[in-house]
């Protein structure tokens, strides 16, 4: 009824007021903010479609002279922003997030522009090392502290949250930030906005998988897809701009354990930051 969408558009504003004080405090939150329900009735199909159109359309278009491709990773060069400079003055340093080093052609070309290039990935065989401009790091990147009841000898390989390493690296700034964390990614971007460690990321290169919820996304399918949308609307929220969208036809045709319109189970979506400093 009207009255009942009223008062939850009265409480969904009064969340935005609280979160928007926080923010403006320094504040870390300690959840992110729904969006409203894509229609009253809550359906799945409703809410597939607003997640898919909005991951489908670019918010920026980038002269393509201005862009550099690699496989389904696309670089956003466009000198309104950041990197382009960066790279040319040698000040670019490059995160990268992933589980096996299967593809990391991106990350030995920004490496060899000159960029300072780290990959965290608990499959490296010695804790440390460094090949030209690249140092690979045997450490996963978490959204939760390290559990005390576990002792570190015990673990293949350490963790930590991106805003720990961060600190303990003594880097302010991050230009590209490529995760590839195999369904890991929805609750790393979360911690990401609730420790307000974007503001610190120039360019955001993103790889989803589409073909079950992620570690640890609990809920019925319908407020799955509405949590993966208000994650990506919270990007928005933080200055960054979707400018690049890639599905990929080689990988099964999943979303969330069904055929949804033959949609691919994976997505790679590259955001720029348009308040990131030059």
């Not at 969208?245 to 930051?273: A, M």
Request: hydrophobic fraction near 40%; charge should be neutral; include cysteine.
């Amino acid at each position: 009824s009207i009255g009942v969408w009223v008062v939850r558009i009265a409480q969904y504003l009064s969340e935005i007021q609280l979160f928007e004080n926080l923010e403006s405090e320094g504040v870390s939150r300690w959840k992110i903010r729904l969006e409203p329900w894509a229609a009253e009735t809550r359906g799945f199909q409703e809410e597939a479609d607003r997640f898919l159109r909005y991951i489908s359309t670019p918010q920026v278009q980038p002269q393509p002279s201005q862009t550099e491709h690699h496989g389904s990773w696309l670089l956003c060069l466009d000198r309104r922003f950041s990197l382009a400079q960066r790279i040319v003055s040698k000040h670019c340093r490059v995160y990268s997030l992933r589980l096996g080093a299967e593809d990391d052609a991106l990350e030995r070309l920004l490496a060899g522009s000159g960029c300072e290039v780290h990959c965290f990935d608990p499959s490296i065989r010695r804790a440390h090392l460094q090949e030209d401009n690249m140092w690979l790091h045997r450490l996963s990147v978490d959204w939760r502290d390290p559990n005390p009841a576990v002792p570190i000898q015990r673990l293949h390989s350490g963790s930590k949250k991106l805003a720990a390493i961060l600190r303990h690296f003594g880097h302010r700034q991050v230009d590209v930030l490529k995760v590839d964390l195999e369904s890991a990614e929805w609750k790393i971007l979360e911690n990401l906005i609730l420790e307000q460690v974007l503001d610190s990321v120039g360019l955001l290169l993103l790889e989803l998988h589409l073909q079950w919820a992620g570690f640890e996304v609990g809920g019925d399918e319908p407020s799955v897809v509405r949590y993966w949308f208000s994650l990506l609307r919270e990007l928005e929220r933080a200055h960054f701009r979707l400018y690049h969208s890639y599905s990929d036809p080689s990988k099964p045709r999943l979303f969330l354990h069904r055929n949804l319109r033959n949609t691919s189970s994976s997505f790679t979506l590259g955001w720029v930051n348009t308040r990131f400093p030059l």
